[in-house]
């Protein structure tokens, strides 16, 4: 087929679950990804389902989506889920920061963990809030939508790249892809990540300017197991989340992260990695961490800062999407900004009901699965090249 309803840009967890929720409605959907699905940030993320303890001081918008997401994972995507404990909050300010969880309504209780150094090298007396944060495995969360996807009659197409997207008279008409061939549709929805802006300056978008893309780095351990989330809450400190083959994933929060712009391979800045590792060696207990066979690794996040909850003009972690006919004139155009991987519903629910008419859902009821192929869901980034 070479005509469809609707054509998704980005096979993430965004794009797969806008393409499942058109086809269960009836619609001939395509799905095409420039990779594999989940390639990019999807499957190199934490994993984490976020409660919204992290944001309730700095991005309380993003609290009550973050509550409402936490049944709609667990309808769909429950085998994805690790089995951890509940995660503990290294916090400086124990009572201001415990104050922002019950104003939100987010469980918590004094946390204990024998992963954690006994004191810090600075003298900063920590105290520690334990929250029922959840983990997912990233990868299987794309198999299992992948395999939801094609059940439904998403043509799901990989290493395959969208050149341009095709308007006229102010409607959308389809993709133009790198091969040279097009395809036809009456509405395109873009979830590309840190290739969007790209897509939507090609089709002349002023949205384009307003998408920020910033770069990420993150080390897996695979000879350090802890089992439950650590996560100071103080910039440039690590967040240390359990990853699904038994090693632990540790990234800043908040750290330098530089601005990027379009889809290319980029390098491990060794000194930031170096460091990164040192602090989280100093942050957890003598003897947890391993680094024998780490695995630095980068990853481009997009971010919408055309809003006043984005920070400094750079950084928004609520969803966001744009309806490109109310800000661009062009009918059947719609882009999907996750902000975190925990809003991938209410992201993907938002762009469904605009395209529909309709009001869906915010949960997905799992149906019998078909078979997805092997290769085509990306594996991680610090899987060993014998199974690539």
Known sequence: MNSYDTIVVGGGIAGLLTALRLAR???AVALLEADQLGAG??????GMLHSGALYA???????ANCRQAQPAFTTLLADAELPTQPAVYVVHRADDFRAHLDQYGIAHQPGTTHDLAADTSDGTAYRLVQVEERVFSSRRIVTILAGQALAAGVAVCTGVTVQQISHESGKVTGVALSTGERLTGRTVVVAAGIGTAALLRACGSRDSDLLKSRLDMMIHLPATTIHQGLIFTELHRPILMPARDGGTLTSYFGGTQPDITGRRAYAVDLDKATALLEQTRRACAHGVVDPTGAVAYVAGKTDYIGTAHAEHG???PGFHVIHHEDTDGIHGLHTVITGKMTLAFHASKTAADAILGTDLPLAITPAPASRVPQGLVA???WAPASHR
């Open 379 to 381: 594996i991680e980034p």
């Open 41 to 46: 940030a999807t499957v190199a993320n934490h």
């Open 25 to 27: 409605a009836g619609q």
């Open 57 to 63: 001081s700095r991005h309380p918008h993003v609290v």
């Open 314 to 316: 750079r950084i928004n």
